[in-house]
T-cell receptor
Framework: GENVEQHPSTLSVQEGDSAVIKCTYSDSASNYFPWYKQELGKGPQLIIDIRSNVGEKKDQRIAVTLNKTAKHFSLHITETQPEDSAVYFCAASPNTGNQFYFGTGTSLTVIP | NAGVTQTPKFQVLKTGQSMTLQCAQDMNHNSMYWYRQDPGMGLRLIYYSASEGTTDKGEVPNGYNVSRLNKREFSLRLESAAPSQTSVYFC?????????????FGPGTRLTVT
């Protein structure tokens, strides 16, 4: 089955700096790659996603890039704010919506 | 719109006891999922249901059973709880499968098995 690896496991940045989280996947059949933000005591919430036919997608301060050849995708958060502090998960789906395989999470801390 | 709701929020079981975790969504979604979240391991899929009346195993189905009672409800049953099943359990549902795969998660059930 699919194997998703996520790095780093923890990340601290100064407010206003950028944060980058990277994921790799193993199954070339994966074609949907969502990113989730999980705040303490809550369920994950989708923040951005990308499909395999697109190389980059941006939504305000958040962007995701996908390199299908290298089988990796990254989350970029610019101008970080304290409220961006949370755990972020990447995921990959080989059959668009039936099964999702998650990375192990990155705990992001934005220092004011 | 309540989204995805889960009951209970917390539960403590003794080894060997059984219980059912309830999940309901009011978004008319076709697909529903059960995950467990353990420290350092992300979320792992236990079972999913692509539509009412169908269920399929995920990565870690052993020790669990599910029922897709109707389009709204998807329950997870532990027949004989074990300490290894101590975890946080999340239910999720997916918007229209043909157009979007955005998953909506419930608030979770924190289960401790002693």
């Amino acid at each position: 089955g699919e194997n998703v690896e996520q790095h780093p496991s923890t990340l601290s940045v100064q407010e206003g700096d950028s944060a980058v989280i990277k994921c790799t996947y193993s199954d070339s059949a994966s074609n949907y790659f969502p990113w989730y933000k999980q705040e303490l005591g809550k369920g994950p919430q989708l923040i951005i996603d990308i499909r395999s036919n697109v190389g980059e997608k941006k939504d305000q301060r958040i962007a995701v890039t996908l390199n299908k050849t290298a089988k990796h995708f990254s989350l970029h958060i610019t101008e970080t704010q304290p409220e961006d502090s949370a755990v972020y998960f990447c995921a990959a789906s080989p059959n668009t919506g039936n099964q999702f395989y998650f990375g192990t999470g990155t705990s992001l801390t934005v220092i004011p | 719109n309540a989204g995805v709701t889960q009951t209970p929020k917390f539960q403590v079981l003794k080894t060997g006891q059984s219980m059912t975790l309830q999940c309901a969504q009011d978004m008319n979604h076709n697909s529903m999922y059960w995950y467990r979240q353990d420290p350092g391991m992300g979320l792992r899929l236990i079972y999913y249901s692509a539509s009412e009346g169908t269920t399929d195993k995920g990565e870690v189905p052993n020790g669990y059973n599910v029922s897709r009672l109707n389009k709204r409800e998807f329950s997870l049953r532990l027949e004989s709880a074990a300490p290894s099943q101590t975890s946080v359990y999340f239910c999720a549902s997916t918007r229209d499968r043909d157009r979007s795969y955005e998953q909506y998660f419930g608030p979770g059930t924190r289960l401790t098995v002693t």
